[in-house]
């Protein structure tokens, strides 16, 4: 499994931004994807993870309502569509394969992950 996360860059807040994370193995169809975020001298926190058919999504309460995740299989790409950023948004976004067809919010139940990609909300 090779996980390549993209999208990240800098914007202001109120804006938005679209993460993905492709595997270019082909080995995450029928595995649940997740998406963490970590900011500097904070803990790894949960943000969105999806089920391998995109049937169930669940998200962590600080981006509910203005996050969303999705998949395409047919693509190998799974997707994170941040609007109304916030400055506290500002952190490495990773994506990362479930060990089963779905995701949780533990780190823990995630196998491989990708290398992160910076997301910067200026204020």
């Known amino acids: 499994v090779q996980l390549q996360a993209s999208g990240g860059g800098l914007v202001q807040a109120g804006g938005s931004l679209k993460l993905s994370c492709t595997n270019s193995?082909?080995?995450?169809?029928?595995?649940?994807m997740g998406w963490f975020r970590q900011a500097p001298g904070k803990e790894r926190e949960f943000v969105a993870t999806?089920?391998?058919?995109?049937?169930?999504?669940s998200y962590g309460d600080s981006v509910k309502g203005r996050f969303t995740i999705s998949r395409d299989n047919a693509k190998d790409t799974v997707y994170l569509q941040m609007n109304s950023l916030k400055p506290e948004d500002t952190a490495v976004y990773y994506c990362?394969?479930?060990?089963?067809?779905?995701?949780?919010?533990?780190?823990?139940?995630?196998?491989?992950w990708g290398q992160g990609t910076q997301v910067t909300v200026s204020s």
């Open positions: 193995r082909r080995t995450s169809r029928n595995n649940g």
């Open positions: 990362a394969q479930a060990l089963r067809g779905f995701g949780s919010s533990k780190a823990s139940e995630y196998r491989y």
């Open positions: 999806i089920m391998w058919n995109g049937g169930s999504t």
